[in-house]
């Protein structure tokens, strides 16, 4: 049973960074579908970044340029590097684990961002 903690979560203003930490434990992250999600209040969960032996790294459009997911696989932790965060970024952030095809299998708590303008 893969386990995820996500951390580095906080309120910064617009145009700020923030780093997201999403550490595992119970599986081998390099073995599995990586991904970022997030929901905002009153929206539906959307992803954001994800990464995978078989499909590399791929971006939402909202986000592309501006974010970067990435892995250390000594520590078996995922990241989501944000840059220039807007408003409309603000949300819970969530780290998810998958595999046979699937990113969605593990979720972690969630990490609130609060981008203000």
């Known amino acids: 049973q893969v386990q995820l903690e996500e951390s580095g979560g906080g309120s910064v203003q617009a145009g700020g960074s923030l780093r997201l930490s999403c550490a595992a434990s119970?599986?081998?992250?390099?073995?599995?579908?990586m991904a970022w999600f997030r929901q905002a209040p009153g929206k539906e969960r959307e992803g954001v970044a994800y990464?995978?032996?078989?499909?590399?790294?791929t971006y939402a459009m909202s986000v592309k340029g501006r974010f970067t997911i990435s892995r250390d696989n000594v520590k078996n932790t995922l990241y989501l590097q944000m840059n220039n965060l807007k408003p409309e970024d603000t949300a819970m952030y969530y780290c998810?684990?998958?595999?046979?095809?699937?990113?969605?299998?593990?979720w972690g708590q969630g990490t609130q961002v609060t981008v203000s303008s």
């Open positions: 998810a684990a998958g595999y046979g095809g699937s990113c969605v299998n593990y």
């Open positions: 990464m995978s032996r078989y499909i590399g790294t």
């Open positions: 119970g599986g081998i992250l390099s073995s599995y579908c």
